[in-house]
């Protein structure tokens, strides 16, 4: 197994951290979906990071898992809140591109090259994790469909100019399909939703009240969960990655600050309390990170990686929310304060654990992929 970079994955993933690292890191306090930072994403989007899993012809990157998952953990070192979003807008053109026709996949092209923006609307306020179970409905009428229920916690909803929202259509199979649809449409209410971190993403609440939508709003004949859990997959460990980054940021920050900071005549770096619960948490962020790499080579490279994906998205975030924790408490009153990132570095990456699939539900898919299906509680 190789464990080095390419030049060129070396390259991208120096260009996306020194430009994070001039322009993200402690610029980043005050952000949120009122005070979106447009400049800052417009110079990302110019560097290919909404068209990383688009082909070439799409104006996209093409970039194998591997090497996505380098620029999200980089771009995790800076915000977390607008890495979020700009996985989300990769995963709904990516799926609209794989599955939709010439005319969805125009949408696709827009939103690589900045003209508009997306967001894929799945969970739902009484299904996030047991999605298969969605409520929302597209009933057929003559020329197309009509879209009635409410999505909830959805990533870039106030932000979006379209929504890839998945509803259980009615009258025939009993199946989820996914709906390109404009969100200036009448019956569309988006409201924000309230979070704890992550502002910035544009977290919002899709109300669908009656909606008319052209029959080729739907993106394909398939079932559109069993479209998402395939992406999720890879997501999965992409997610675990940016929130390692967030922490590895965290503890580069705190290296620095126990070196520079005295306590009783020497620097805290020179005591072993600091120094053995540093290495302990440097330890184990390495350790997640290797494990959501291994799950990118994996898909890479064709192999199974469901479990592996449940196993880091379980693990890495959790890792991660620690370690920030940890940093916190190490910078002392400093890391309570608003005028250090931190706190809201820690506040951004809890929400990572909920993130496509909560904790214990990627324990289940564990405990699955191990005993069999046969042995599922559910």
Request: glycine share 10%.
């Amino acid at each position: 197994m190789e464990f080095g970079l390419t030049n060129t994955q070396q390259m991208i993933q120096s260009q996306i951290r020194d430009y994070v690292t001039d322009n993200v890191v402690g610029e980043n306090l005050d952000w949120d979906d009122e005070d979106f930072p447009h400049d800052i994403y417009d110079d990302l989007i110019d560097m290919g990071v909404l068209g990383l899993h688009l082909p070439e012809e799409a104006g996209g990157e093409g970039f194998d898992p591997v090497t996505a998952g380098l620029v999200y953990e980089e771009l995790g070192r800076g915000d977390v809140g607008l890495t979020m979003l700009a996985l989300s807008e990769n995963l709904a053109t990516k799926i609209v591109w794989e599955y939709g026709d010439d005319h969805h996949r125009e949408v696709s092209k827009r939103v690589c090259a900045g003209e508009d923006h997306i967001c894929f609307a799945l969970t739902e306020p009484d299904h996030g994790s047991d999605a298969q179970n969605i409520e929302t409905t597209a009933e057929p009428t003559d020329d197309g469909f009509v879209l009635s229920g409410e999505k909830t916690a959805i990533t870039g909803a106030t932000l979006a100019d379209h929504g890839l929202i998945l509803a259980r259509e009615t009258g025939g199979p009993d199946d989820i399909r996914a709906f390109l649809v404009d969100l200036d449409r009448e019956g569309i209410d988006i409201q924000p939703y309230a979070g704890l971190g992550c502002e910035v993403s544009g977290w919002g609440q899709i109300f669908l009240d009656d909606v008319e939508i052209p029959s080729d709003a739907r993106v394909s004949d398939e079932n559109a969960f069993k479209m998402a859990m395939r992406t999720f997959d890879k997501s999965r460990a992409w997610i675990a990655l940016y929130a390692l980054g967030a922490a590895q940021q965290s503890l580069d920050e705190t290296a620095t600050y126990l070196t520079d900071r005295e306590a009783m005549g020497n620097p805290l770096a020179s005591y072993q309390g600091p120094q053995f619960e540093h290495a302990e948490w440097q330890t184990r962020v390495e350790a997640a990170r290797l494990k959501a790499y291994q799950t990118l080579w994996k898909a890479d490279a064709g192999e199974p990686h469901t479990k592996d994906a449940a196993m880091t998205k379980w693990y890495a975030p959790e890792v991660a929310v620690d370690t920030v924790r940890a940093c916190l408490v190490l910078h002392g009153h400093y890391g309570y304060s608003d005028d250090f990132g931190i706190g809201k570095r820690l506040q951004d990456v809890l929400g990572q654990q909920i993130a496509d699939g909560a904790p214990h539900v990627q324990k289940l898919i564990v405990a699955r992929e191990t005993f069999g299906r046969e042995y599922r509680s559910y």
